[in-house]
């Protein structure tokens, strides 16, 4: 039987390179047998054609590395939503860019694990260089800690609420994002009072009156671009309330807090300093691998209710004699070193690459909704804020809509999401591919058009 050589070390680089050239073949059949952004026939057709590839998951002699790569790789390439294709559209499903998924190879083939220093020498010091320029972006000063994204970052800034003060009340607009109510949830802490957002963002007399009736402590939690809308809260008026209450402040931005790379675009989120912790993804608007979301901070000592001590991993000794603590940078364990794509997408691009790219695709957003509003059969919600825009045929009820949206998805010829706005139901375009062109939106249209019954 051929042993399976290893990936990593002197000899690992040289077995690697004939498999990646078998998967970039296979990703590249894959899509050309899909022929779209997502593969026609509906659930049922993809899977068939899953079974069938797979026939048996686990037999009994392997079928080699070449063949299972190949095979593997271009039945899920075949059946995949290619975030990549311009009528990809639906959901905050970021193509990512060849350097970071480039970048991602090596942590994977590396595999470090940042749950101690002896795991991850370089990759844990990386982390701190990385997280501390990016809190300074946000803060002037700071730190951050790696995520899985915006979930995992608006759960443990409601963690760190709770430690510091206890069972904090958390104060959130009825347009904040599921996670987090469900973080409450999830830390014992009181029910939110959820605050109306009536036009999508946070009702600021609505929310003046609940401060004013709250006994403290409380958090209250904003959000700088809605999952529906891509809506961005009014951050320095939520700021002065806070302030005048005596509540803290967490911003979830993991959506629009990229926009502070752009000078054109950073004004939308003026305010967000103000904010004792933000969450900020780089999977969404960053344009990295799944996943690179991060929870920032404007004092590291904020962190410090994190520290945990497991003697295999930071023995008190071994602290104190230099070996840098891991464990309080994380409520995970087992940690990949997910900020090397991060790292090398900042150092390839700089401020002005990842500027243009953030340009582009709210230059997409507006374009596109220029388009819906010419076209007498579409009915636009309203000018975007940061890259989402919703749309519908106009006069259509909302059985009308959803029927669209689930046919085209059906016959793969294209992803949009779903939004409930103004008491109807919308087609949500989310554009984060930075270079759709005027042509592949004019092409989105027309399909979303050729699909209106007459």
Known sequence: MHTP???GGPTGPAALRPLIGVVLDALRDGAVARGGPLP???PQAVAVRVAAAVREVFPAE????????ASLVRTVAEGAADPADPRCAAHLHTPPLALAAAADLAAAVLNPSLDSW????AAAELEGHVTRALAAELFGGGDALVTTGGTESNQLALLLARERHGAVQLVCGANAHHSVPRAAWLLG???PVVVPAPAGTLDLAALDDALTDLHHPVLVTATAGTTDTGAVDPLPEIADLCARHGAELHIDAAYGGPLLFSPTHRALLRGIERAHSVTLDLHKLGWQPVAAGLLAVPDPARLAALAHTADYLNADDDTEAGLPDLLGRSLRTTRRPDVLKIAVTLRALGRAGLADLVDRTIGAAHTFAD???????LELYGRPALSTVLFRPAGAPDDEVAHIRRALLTEGRAVLGRARADGRLWLKATLLN???TTDDLAQLLKIVEGSIPR
């Open 5 to 7: 050589p290893l990936a």
């Open 40 to 42: 026609g026939g509906g």
């Open 62 to 69: 392997g079928t080699g590395a070449e063949e299972a790569l």
């Open 118 to 121: 002896d795991q991850a020498p």
């Open 189 to 191: 802490l009181p029910d």
């Open 371 to 377: 388009l819906v509003e010419k076209h007498p059969a």
């Open 434 to 436: 930075p270079y759709a």
